[in-house]
């Protein structure tokens, strides 16, 4: 038996609609949405279901039943399009703690939480606000990126996220606290023997190019083709192309027969298999099979949403990236062949050979029962399931395209993950609604978690993983807030103002018309060059971009309000509190002048030209990538402007892959520093300006603990 439901709609395309049929469409989706998310949780036999955790790294199901309502408000109030709250304790108590946490870092927090009933209240409080936002708020045209209404959209999808996650924390919570519903019945599993499943086979994929992402999200979108007139995250916009080698993946999904060799050969226990982080998840789960097998008497059995049944054995394994990733390690030892994961890239190239549209049948959108279905039943192209079913673990981890921007009113949807701990799934599962079946859509999570993913296994050549810096969390913020606009240690001067100062030094008798600091933190330099060297103007505009949206979001707090609080670590757990303002530090005249971006500094956006000035303060030796920054910036100043260097030299592998360190070995048996390479890289088009210079900085981290360092300070001035 299956479920009674029709396809869910795709994410709507709006262009061509008039207002009328945009405001009779988007009530539709939105009450479809509310409506299937509801029943959802008619899954729970209880009340006390929703108040124990089904895992310990995840808050009660009560929290993502009110979690979706409050993102309701907090979007629309952000976007101006209610005028207050309904509930402000709901909508504060739901509205964090959603993101994963990791395994080795549990939240014992205890939380108040409201009753069921009273959940269910403001739901329908929600449900009314945002109808009547839909039916009665004024319209302006089009359906975009930039639209207020954008965030009504955001509401639906990312319901429509957590309609899927919720699902999954369902089939993890104990069978007492569920209930089969007939709008959520699995498909009937046909008994299979195990030795009778279809055997997986390697299918060759020529080398080709793929090309992703969805552009400028500020395009009109009624202008572009295919999925970029519809909805998407942020992450989704910018442009990747790549050209992939040939490979061969396997023509089906790997199977829960196929996955029992690996069981069966101890593969649980063998360390080998295992990277290190796979192996920490491995032993604190203390897992010896898949998370849903169910060892039984008679045999194995599976967990779905609401039951155990006998295992189907033809139907795909369902498992997390380290599991999967432990399985190609084995496959390859066995077969002697290099099977791995693939990558984001080789997905894409599966995707077009199968000439996959929307419409291609598959098990997807709650079309076809609410579980997965036999590898076998689904082709598409030479391959199965290259959508639908479950969700496929690449190798990928989730980066930044080429021009991505963090919107503005959920500029931490994309941004946590970049921290090369969040791997990209790709296909989506049988639930997977809206934005999730669309061919551009970029969903990760950490490889330690479960969602209904498995996987295939392609054998080709090592992939090319991206790479991202990060430095990103509260403690880290409140030391740079400190080291930009604290007071100084130990007689050192202030370092980013030092570097304003010379900078603005080199710029004498030339134009001032434009600068951007580039990896600006949270901004003390970028402030600095606008108000200029004391009895001269600064520059007319400066641009302060930083990869880093936390550091981003403390600057333009700074410009926005005057006023920035935060709190140092003294000892342990006792902190000092610190207040800065514009007044005080002198910028109240100047911050008209400065703005900041979120940004890659090997990826800017096009519009970053022009300047006058660039400044990278200690950033060369945070990128994954500075020899393309080098070779690149001169093309974003004018001839005759001015670049200014600064790093301590502190190569990392963390930050930067050790084949792409600029300096810090030896080359041809000779010391071959980063100074060296900096005249390698940028004589072509720069000449150098003085010698250099050394500017020491220091950090605090607590009140008796603090980093002291010298940087190396370039100038240099593009060739006329």
Known sequence: MSS?????????????????????????????????????FGCLRSDAAYFQKSISLRHPLIFYFGHTATFFVNKLLLAKLIPERINPRFEALFAVGVDEMSWDDLDEANYDWPTVAEVKAYRQQVRSAVTRVITEASWCGPMSWDNPWWAILMGIEHELIHLETSSVLIRQHRLDFVQPQSSWLPVNAKPVDCGAVPKNALVNVPA??????????????????????????????????????????????????????FVDAGGYAEDRFWNEEGLGWRKFAKAMH????????????LRLMCEEVPMPWDWPVEVNCHEAAAFCVWKAEVTGMSVRLPTEDEWYRLYDLSGITPETPAQRRLSGGCSAVPVNQYAQGDFYDVVGNVWQWTCTPIYPLAGFEAHPIYDDFSIPTFDTRHNLIKGGSWISCGNEALRASRYAFRR???????????????????????????????????????????????????????????????????????????????FELAKGLPGALGFESVIGVDFSARFINLADELVRDGIVRYALTDEGSLQSFREITLAKLGFTDCSAKVAFLQGD????????????????????????????????????????????????????????????????????????????????????????????QDVPFVIRETARKFQHSVAQLTCWQRRA
């Open 4 to 40: 009674n439901f029709q396809a869910y709609p795709l994410s709507p395309d709006w262009c061509g609609m008039n207002e009328a049929e945009l405001r009779k469409t988007l009530l539709s989706y939105f009450e479809t949405c509310f409506d299937r998310y509801e029943s959802l």
């Open 208 to 261: 080709g190019a793929v090309t992703i992402g969805k552009g400028d999200p500020h395009a009109d979108a009624c202008a572009s083709a295919g999925e970029a007139r519809r909805y998407g995250w942020d992450n989704e916009y910018g442009v990747h192309y790549a050209e992939v080698p040939k490979f061969s993946a396997s023509r089906m999904l790997v199977s829960n027969a196929e996955f029992l060799a």
């Open 290 to 301: 898949p998370s849903f097998w169910v060892k039984q008497p008679d045999g194995w059995a």
């Open 448 to 526: 330690h978690f479960f969602q209904h993913a498995g996987f295939r296994y392609v054998v080709g050549e090592a992939p090319l993983v991206p790479q991202v810096s990060h430095y990103e969390d509260d403690a880290l913020l409140a030391q740079y807030a400190e080291f930009h606009f604290g007071q100084s240690y130990f007689d050192v001067p202030n370092f980013p103002r030092a570097v304003a100062e010379i900078s603005l030094k080199a710029m004498q008798g030339k134009p001032m018309r434009r600068a951007l600091d580039i990896g600006c933190a949270v901004g003390r330099t970028s």
């Open 601 to 692: 500094a090997c990826n800017l956006k096009e519009n970053h030209r022009e300047y006058d000035l660039v400044v990278a303060a200690n950033l060369i030796d945070r990128l994954y990538d500075p020899a393309k920054f080098l070779d690149e910036i001169s093309q974003r100043i004018v001839l005759g402007g001015v670049l200014v260097l600064t790093s301590p030299y502190t190569w990392l592998e963390e930050h930067t892959p050790r084949a792409q360190w600029l300096g810090g070995f030896r080359r041809d048996g000779e010391r071959y520093t980063t100074l060296d390479a900096l005249h390698a890289h940028l004589s072509r088009d720069f000449e150098p300006i003085g010698a250099p």
